[in-house]
């Protein structure tokens, strides 16, 4: 039998989840006491189930991310057959080598301190570097949430649209976005101060004049390399301007940085739980969940 459990970051996506796996929901309790600390506790007994916590590790991640290994601890010390931990939004992901001397890699030790908590496997949606989950000790499922993301664009009636990517790195999942709404892509080149975390984004000609422009990325977070992107195809003629991403994180200042560069629209998808989440990923860590329970 399978029990969903979800954590106090993920309850609505957690719903859909088991309803996609016809599989049994609880709840888990959660709280923070005076000084700080987090408390979980799953009240339904557990005996011989295979568990998957859901917990999206958006921020505030340090918060979330300790639920997710109190419950995936819980689940496997109350005699769970096996937990998975399904976490759309892998915090540190973006973290995955050391990039300046003497850093932590980061993604890395947060994917080692799940399988330590008692995880069997992972599942995460569009992690920022595929790379990195061959470091995790049991098994990591990447699934992708462009094709969910794209039958939500197909009902926006573009017009016209072109897709792109703000850097090669997204170039496969905004191909997969044009081809599902019949239109062309393409990319731009994107560089980052590994020190200032300022973007810099080279302008280049882009075939954009009187049409619709869908900028796809995984993460949204200031909201910097999506202005960069929209402020191009802006000053080459496009239409209407639409940003859509996995991960929602919206830092606050994004959604103005956005929109003065000409964004008209988000989307996002319930991996970060609010406003922008139009699109349920479910579907999808419902497919990395059977994959990795047939294992
Ligand atoms: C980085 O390479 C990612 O794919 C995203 O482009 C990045 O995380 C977005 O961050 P921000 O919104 O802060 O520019």
Redesign the pocket.
């Known amino acids: 039998m399978v029990l969903v459990v979800a954590g106090p970051a993920s309850r609505g996506l957690s719903r859909k989840l088991a309803a996609e796996l016809a599989a049994e929901l609880v709840e888990a309790e959660a709280k923070v006491f005076p000084d700080g600390e987090s408390y979980i506790r799953i009240a339904r007994p557990i005996g011989g189930e295979d568990v998957i916590v859901v917990q999206s590790c958006y921020p505030p991640q340090d918060k979330h991310l300790i639920e997710l290994l109190l419950l995936v601890n819980a689940a496997s010390d109350l005699g769970a057959r096996s937990v998975i931990a399904a976490s759309p939004y892998l915090a540190y992901a973006?973290q995955d080598k050391r990039f300046l001397e003497g850093e932590a890699i980061s993604g890395r030790m947060v994917l080692r301190l799940i399988a330590a908590a008692g995880a069997r496997g992972v599942v995460t949606v569009d992690v920022?570097s595929e790379d990195l989950l061959r470091a995790s000790d049991v098994p990591a499922i990447n699934v992708s949430a462009a094709p969910l993301l794209a039958s939500y664009l197909a009902s926006l009636g573009l017009r016209t649209p072109f897709v792109l990517s703000?850097?090669r790195?997204?170039l496969r999942e905004a191909e997969a976005v044009a081809k599902a709404l019949g239109g062309d892509y393409g990319c731009l080149e994107?560089t980052?101060d590994r020190v200032t975390?300022e973007?810099r984004t080279e302008a280049r000609e882009l075939p954009v004049s009187g049409r619709d422009v869908v900028i796809v990325?995984?993460?949204?977070?200031?909201?910097?390399?999506?202005?960069n992107a929209a402020s191009i195809v802006k000053s080459q003629g496009a239409r209407r301007v639409v940003a859509a991403c996995t991960h929602p994180?919206l830092?606050s200042g994004?959604l103005e940085r956005m929109y003065r560069a000409g964004v008209d629209e988000v989307v996002g998808t319930d991996s970060v739980e609010g406003k922008f989440s139009k699109v349920s990923v479910a579907p999808a860590v419902a497919e990395g969940v059977r994959r990795l329970l047939k294992l």
Request: avoid cysteine.
């Open positions: 973006r920022h703000p850097d790195r997204r994107k980052r975390g973007v990325d995984d993460i949204i977070s200031t909201g910097g390399t999506v202005a994180i830092v994004a």
